[in-house]
């Protein structure tokens, strides 16, 4: 069936260090991938989106790319903060603009200063 | 900017009680959303509601369960009968035109 896959946390880093967070999923058609955040205490909030293959989604330094060949959308930062401590959810949604959300495992990022 | 908000944050209840969680989804939008998630477990998708009926639910969704969009503006899940299970993380979520879904805060239910 369709499902994301993310890689386990936590992943713990320094200030200023590069980040990345796999992400590989299976679904038939052509999804949609997100990645949510969740803060501290807080609901999950939208980090950036992509919805065709080559699509690159960006936002607040974060990076992901749409791989169809390798069915990925990893998310890159180049220098994180401590402030980026959270726990971070890959999805998917089928085709249609209005289907369900399947959520990955979450990641939890820990950046110590 | 608008956002999902829900109420209660927090809610305890006996086993065996019917519980009532509410969401106001954001204004015009038009697609919503319930999922859980268990402590430590993956966010799970409940149940879609559009035009005043389901539109997709889950397995996790049984009997026990059922939304309501009372009025214009509030989103309800009931969970008529909590089991332990049931203690979970609820978000509600919303979407106006295909992009993507906004979450509330969530409430967090436990039952004891």
């Known amino acids: 069936g369709d499902s994301v896959t993310q890689m386990e946390g936590p992943v713990t880093l320094s200030e200023e260090a590069f980040l990345t967070i796999n992400c590989t999923y299976t679904?038939?058609?052509?999804?949609?991938l997100f990645w949510y955040v969740q803060y501290p205490g807080e609901g999950l909030q939208l980090l950036l989106k992509a919805t065709k293959a080559d699509d690159k989604g960006s936002n607040k330094g974060f990076e992901a790319t749409y791989r169809k060949e390798t069915t990925s959308f990893h998310l890159e930062k180049g220098s994180v903060q401590v402030s980026d401590s959270a726990v971070y959810f890959c999805?998917?949604?089928?085709?249609?603009?209005?289907?369900?959300?399947?959520f990955g495992a979450g990641t939890r990022l820990a950046v110590h200063p | 900017e608008p956002e999902v908000t829900q109420t209660p944050s927090h809610q305890v209840t006996q086993m065996g009680q019917e519980v009532i969680l509410r969401c106001v989804p954001i204004?015009?939008?038009?697609?919503f959303y319930w999922y859980r998630q268990i402590l430590g477990q993956k966010v799970e998708f409940l149940v879609s509601?559009?035009?005043?009926?389901?539109?997709?639910k889950s397995e996790i969704f049984d009997d026990q369960f059922s939304v309501e969009r009372p009025d214009g503006s509030n989103f309800t899940l009931k969970i008529r009968s909590t089991k332990l299970e049931d203690s979970a993380m609820y978000f509600c979520a919303s979407i106006r035109d295909g992009e993507a879904q906004y979450f509330g805060p969530g409430t967090r239910l436990l039952v004891l």
């Open positions: 204004s015009n939008h038009l697609y």
């Open positions: 999805a998917l949604r089928l085709s249609g603009g209005y289907n369900k959300l399947i």
């Open positions: 679904a038939t058609g052509y999804p949609s």
């Open positions: 509601f559009y035009n005043n009926e389901i539109s997709e």
